[in-house]
């Protein structure tokens, strides 16, 4: 029987990460020819087991080309949709298919209708953290670390709507300083509680550290101000994707870093740059959407061949089209 608290049959229950259950994994793994992908945000032994890790983009992209069978996307549904709508003749599968994402749900492929109605001139720009529906519907997706490249590419006296978050979209209205630019109000609720009064006390705390700010977050623009202000050297505020953070830590010579982003991140970040001391901004920032892909679940997906991600054929071809149309702009970027 399941357990009520989690939905996971009790046979896997209580799985530890030990060795002997990474053995398992990658037994089961190559016996399905599987390819294993987790996100930045998942738990250590997770993305530790993984055959790749980084953003889902940049996982959509790698699952696109590699050989395999069957991708195991270890992050949330709507990645896996990506990397369907990305590789529609490979078999996709997610740990736990109820491992959503509050900033994809913040907009639904019925809001985005009745938005462009009011604007149907305009040209969308979806932030791929959108489901597959939604992105079927966008003219351009984006990257957080292509947004302003994409939005800059597009005419400047066409009205863009730019979803759904509207930090990011805030961060590329103050780049590119276009006027005719809706922005939708919608926000990863995990980012959105990082908030200024928290980066600028840990900022004081911690002045010769470099900061890492996800344009997720909403200490984004404080982050800014800081610099603006003097109170924090203009060159230790970054701005960066997920993938961004992890070129930046191999090259920053700091000896600290205040990241602000989902805690998952400082895993990749530490082993990227052993040497450098990470740490969160918010330590409470854990999205317990990501860490629903827990080992038991892995394990139960792999022995099962459970949950399976299914794009309609027709709504797959035109999202794939608005991703190809930002790659065509010439640069893809890493990822959220």
Sequence with gaps: MPDPRTGIPAAYGGVEPT??????????????????????????PIQDIADHVGDSLALSRIAAEVEAD????CGVHFMAETAKILSPDKRVLIPDERAGCSLADSITADDLRAWKAEFPDAMVVSYVNTTAEVKGLTDICCTSSNAVDVVASIDPDTEVLFLPDQFLGAHVKRETGRDNIQIWAGECHVHAGINGDELTAQSDSHPDADLFIHPECGCATSALYLAG???????????????GMIDAARETKASQ???????GMLHQLRKAAPDVDFQPVNSRAACPYMKMITPAALLRCLTEGRDEV???????????????????????????
């Design 229 to 243: 202000e003097g109170a924090v050297p203009e060159d230790r505020v970054k701005i960066l994707s997920t993938g």
């Design 257 to 263: 870093v205040l990241v602000a982003t989902e805690v």
């Design 310 to 336: 299914h794009v309609a054929p027709d709504v797959a071809e035109r999202a794939r089209l608005s991703v190809q149309r930002m790659i065509a702009i010439g640069n893809p970027g890493g990822g959220e």
């Design 70 to 73: 069957e991708i195991i996307f």
């Design 19 to 44: 060795q002997e259950w990474a053995d398992e994994i990658k037994r089961l793994a190559e016996a399905r020819n599987a390819v294993i992908l987790a996100h930045n945000y998942q738990l250590p």
